[in-house]
């Protein structure tokens, strides 16, 4: 039997169902939707299948039942009517300057009028447009209005390393999206996808009445794929694979519900061969997250252990970017756990899956040290900690430390600080893919890094200019934390010579237990 073919880079739903396409139904959430309200904004992150699930709206409301024969909405008594519909899309265009945004908008404004037949007088604003659109579609047809918007915040996150840019463009976004909350009585539907929520985009701080999905349950999986999914409408694709080693490496983005894969993953690994890459990482290296990262001389380690409120989930503002909301918006981070606070809702965050956590970290452990190829650096790491030869592993960071461009430290006081080393060491570990926790608490304090190996563990602990790691390591017997694991226990102190900026001594010694 011939499998259906793999919907890559495909977001229209009528090419999915009438091209033998496989398709993941997600027209119980989208007739849920639909008849539970009427403003809707739903924040996910790059290549998560936001198109497609507004084209599925979209789809819905031209009114097109018999395309949904076999599919949940269609066979659970939703009324197919057919309402003028208003799309929007900043996929796609150039928003470098006001004036190039301009143009966009004016391409995106002449594509509803003529789809919709009715003109706008040239002399209107953008605004002005959109609102004679709205006005003049439910006039014309006598049916209320859909408005769909996907990537609404796309024009300002273009432009996020030019903030002056960035806050022109989120004033015209204000004002054009202003034109929403006044045509209620023209509207039945609303739904606005974008990565951000802007906290100065008139969206949120005049539409009121708007549903924030982005955080419910309900729709965890309105975008990505379940474990389910992949295990069963998959099967055949994924004949014979391991769905565990698939899971570790490309499930788990959570909002506050079951856990989906990225789509782009699962169907870019089955079309190559079932090869383990970072296929949705590789669409786009997160250069300002780096360059954020090295600003504001980030503690590596913290990325296992990061609680935030709602506050720093909610919100979005180019004059003040949050490292750890940003990581969040843009799917580097997930929810791992909520709970409820005195005051409110905390996060717990972290890493979401194999591919992010060794391609991530390997950006910035590149990033960070400016080395031009790092391969080396890593198979010498990974050699080194497998054999327990804590020699290979002291010549490869002393190395790695030597190549580092001296002009990267010049008028640069981070290599003082014994964070910077801490930071380098855990992301040239995490990139190895390796099982690390960094500040791993004890009864007796934290150890810097402590790393898993399936046949030992091995605890690490850093230290500036002179100070014994070994010793405190000794001192403070973290080790017996991991008595348990009836592993081999190997302690390792790592010194460093700021004047030198390199390390000055490894020490190791395997734990003898009685």
């Known amino acids: ?43 996910r992150p790059r290549r998560f299948g936001k198109s497609l699930f507004l084209d599925t709206l979209r789809t819905i409301f031209d009114g097109n039942k018999e395309l949904f024969k076999g599919l949940h909405i269609y066979e659970n008594g939703y009324e197919f009517v057919k309402h003028p519909i ?96 006044g045509a209620d009585e023209f509207l039945k539907f609303v739904f606005i996808t974008g990565v951000s929520k802007f906290s100065k985009v008139s969206l949120f701080s005049g539409l009121n009445n708007i549903q924030d999905i982005t955080l419910n349950p309900n729709y965890a999986t309105i975008c990505g794929y379940r474990q389910e999914d992949v295990e069963t409408v998959f099967a055949k694709h994924l004949k014979g694979q391991d769905f565990a080693k698939i899971q570790k490496w490309y499930n788990g983005y959570k909002f506050l519900g079951e856990g989906v894969y990225n789509p782009f993953d699962i169907l870019l690994f089955i079309s190559n061969n079932f ?13 300002f997250l780096l360059k ?70 390997g950006s910035i452990a590149d990033f960070m040290s400016k080395v031009q190829n790092s391969k080396p650096v890593r198979n010498n790491l990974l050699k080194a900690l497998n054999s327990h030869d804590f020699t290979l592993f002291e010549n490869t960071f002393k190395s790695l430390f030597a190549s580092i461009p001296y002009n990267l430290f010049t008028n640069n006081k981070m290599y003082e600080y014994e964070g910077y080393y801490a930071s380098l060491f855990y992301a040239y570990l995490k ?36 100070s014994h790691a070994l010793a405190q390591i000794k001192e403070k017997k973290y080790h017996e934390k991991y008595l348990d694991s009836k592993l081999p226990i190997y302690l390792v102190g790592v010194s460093f010579d700021t004047k030198e900026r390199n390390i000055s001594l490894v020490e190791s010694e395997k734990v003898v237990i009685k």
């Open 431 to 466: 990139a190895l893919g390796l099982e690390i926790v960094g500040e791993d608490v004890t009864n007796r304090g934290r150890i810097d890094l402590t790393i898993k190996m399936p046949n030992s563990i091995i605890i690490i602990e850093f230290k500036v200019d002179g």
């Open 292 to 361: 954020l990262i090295e600003k504001n001389n980030y503690f590596l380690p913290n990325l296992e252990n990061i609680i935030k409120d709602d506050k720093m989930l909610d919100s979005f503002d180019v004059d003040y970017i949050e490292l750890e909301t940003l990581m969040w918006q843009t799917g580097y981070l997930t929810i791992i756990e909520s709970y409820e606070n005195f005051d409110g809702m905390e996060y717990l965050l972290s890493i979401p899956n194999q591919e992010v956590k060794i391609s991530l970290l």
């Open 275 to 287: 090869t383990y890459r970072n296929y949705w990482f590789s669409t786009a290296t997160p250069t």
């Open 86 to 181: 208003i799309r929007i899309s900043f996929n796609s265009g150039d928003f470098s300057s006001k004036e190039a945004f301009h143009q966009r908008i004016y391409q995106i404004l002449d594509f509803n009028q003529r789809a919709l037949k009715i003109a706008c007088p040239k002399e209107f604003t953008s605004s002005g447009c959109f609102e004679r659109l709205i006005e003049e579609a439910y006039l014309k047809y006598n049916k209320k209005v859909v408005i769909l918007v996907d990537e609404y915040d796309k024009p300002i996150l273009d432009n996020i390393e030019n903030p002056e840019v960035a806050r022109v463009i989120q004033e015209e976004l204000k004002n054009f999206y202003s034109v929403i909350k």
């Open 1 to 43: 039997m011939k499998l259906k073919k793999l919907p890559i880079g495909i977001s229209t739903l009528q090419d999915i169902l009438q091209e033998d396409y496989l398709y993941i139904d997600k027209t119980a959430l989208a007739q849920k939707l639909i008849e539970d309200g009427r403003y809707y904004f739903l924040s």
